[in-house]
């Protein structure tokens, strides 16, 4: 920049270069890391160290007391070989599928009903209503929704056997949490009605940001509600579905509450699940250093999982914008 001062017949040009920025300036640019250090530090301790710690004992052969005994792989290499861990493992996928499948398309018809029919035909406050109680259980403590369950489905006074008794089908009554064979598909169906309001909330939240003239397009040229949920609805929350799949899959592959209070892993291991498999193992069978390979080899699964599921969403977003554009 240059400037040009006057004095009497003389002009004196001079020129002035950009100083160094002033170090007192209201807006330094490293001001923003001041706001992110107290989540990093809070990550770090939560988080960051506590699975480090985790993952050396893994490493390990522990009883909980005295000095860790240094095995290498040899607890993963266990791991290979038992039953229980793989079974374990078999019972989560059905969790996921109770948790985040289930849910995720539930949750999408009754979104779009709440939103296109209930709240069009009686009013968003009955729309709001209906939405509340659908998201009740995610409010309720898993353990105090746990025990109630266990008492609707207790087989003697349980109120779903007295119910089936009174409707004329008390030969459908069962022992629904003591029986293996319809003892996880007991709790999956207990999980379903815990985890369906956070897809509806989410998915009604999605539809609110979707342009109405889309529907009054599609209503125009004699699409029904179907046409209209497939070819409007699903393309345009297509971000929020993929936020409901990760997290509701990240729910399920470490729920613990659930089978804590219900059945805590039985009858027989019919509902272990990795989680309570590992809290066993630690607790119950003071075995710290196989308990700690477990949860370690459940963390790598969910963590790579998430990775995907975001790398899903971003191509999808990036595909999106290009047949936009």
């Not at 860790?68 to 993963?76: D, E, I, S």
């Not at 805590?264 to 075995?287: I, L």
Request: hydrophobic residues 50%; charged residues 15%; glycine residues 8%.
């Amino acid at each position: 920049m240059t400037v040009t001062v006057e004095k009497g017949t003389r002009a004196t040009r001079k020129t002035r270069h950009p100083g160094p920025r002033n170090p007192r300036s209201p807006h330094p640019r490293n001001s923003y890391a001041l706001f992110l250090l107290p989540g990093a530090l809070a990550a770090l301790t939560v988080i960051v160290i506590p699975f480090l710690m985790n993952t050396a004992v893994g490493f390990t052969s522990w009883q909980g007391v005295g000095d860790p005994k240094w095995t290498g792989l040899a607890n993963y290499r266990d791991l290979l070989d038992d039953a229980e861990f793989w079974a374990s493992f078999r019972h989560s996928l059905f969790m996921v599928v109770a948790m985040a499948a289930v849910p995720t398309l539930v949750g999408l018809v009754l979104a779009a009903a709440l939103f296109d029919y209930v709240a069009k035909h009686f009013g968003t406050r009955i729309a709001a209503i209906l939405r509340a109680c659908f998201y009740l259980p995610q409010v309720l403590p898993i353990a105090v929704a746990g025990i109630v369950w266990s008492w609707i489905l207790a087989p003697d006074n349980g109120s779903l056997n007295a119910l089936l008794k009174a409707v004329g089908l008390g030969s459908w009554q069962q022992d629904w949490l003591g029986d293996p064979d319809i003892a996880l598909y007991s709790v999956m169906g207990v999980m379903v009605w815990v985890q369906l309001g956070f897809p509806l909330v989410v998915f009604m939240a999605g539809l609110q940001r979707v342009d109405p003239q889309l529907y009054e397009a599609a209503e125009l040229d004699g699409a029904g509600w179907w046409r209209r949920f497939w070819h409007i609805t699903l393309p345009q929350i297509r971000p929020e579905i993929y936020v409901v799949l990760t997290w509701c899959t990240i729910a399920a592959l470490k729920v613990f509450g659930a089978v804590y209070v219900l059945t805590k892993g039985g009858p027989g291991g019919a509902t272990d699940v990795p989680s309570y498999f590992s809290f066993t193992t630690f607790f119950e069978k003071t075995q710290v250093g196989y308990g700690a390979a477990i949860s370690t080899v459940l963390t790598v699964i969910i963590l790579v999982l998430s990775l995907a599921f975001l790398k899903l969403q971003t191509r999808a977003e990036d595909a999106a914008e290009g047949a936009r554009t």
